[in-house]
């Protein structure tokens, strides 16, 4: 049985696995922000303690809504669901805190995952680091 965690500031374990996913795997150098300092960050935990997944989420002032965003989970735990979880706590958490709108940021291979969990497209394709990605929201 998993768990999750949330934090005010950055923690060690998301910090880990971002760098692990976005930086050593996908090759993204710019991965850490001011953002970081400001937003709420989960981790997930499985039962014995050890981190699984992590993502971060804030109100997103461009478009009036929250933003979830930084979703990773480490390879050892993929295929198992670990991505749709954090998406719904993270979710759940803006939902507890009177948010209604989300929006993320998809990577375009993840655009499928995203459309499974109730997200839909809108506005034009854009590159971050040359990854292609498009906006998606969904209001919760």
Do not use: W
């Amino acid at each position: 049985m998993s768990y999750f965690k949330i934090y005010s500031a950055l923690p060690g374990e998301a910090a880990s696995i971002r760098t692990k996913v976005f930086v050593e795997e996908q090759g993204f150098s710019d991965e850490f922000d001011d953002i970081d300092k400001t937003t709420k960050h989960i981790v997930m935990f499985d039962d014995s303690g050890n981190p699984m997944a992590a993502c971060r989420y804030y109100f997103n002032r461009d478009y009036n809504a929250y933003s979830i965003g930084r979703i990773a989970v480490l390879k050892d735990y993929r295929g198992n669901h670990c991505g749709a979880a954090m998406l719904g706590e993270a979710e759940r958490q803006i939902r507890s805190g009177g948010g209604g709108r989300i929006v993320v940021a998809a990577q375009l291979q993840a655009k499928e995952f995203y459309r499974k969990q109730g997200y839909t497209a809108f506005g034009e394709q854009f590159l971050e680091e040359s990854c292609p990605h498009i906006m998606m929201g969904k209001t919760v």
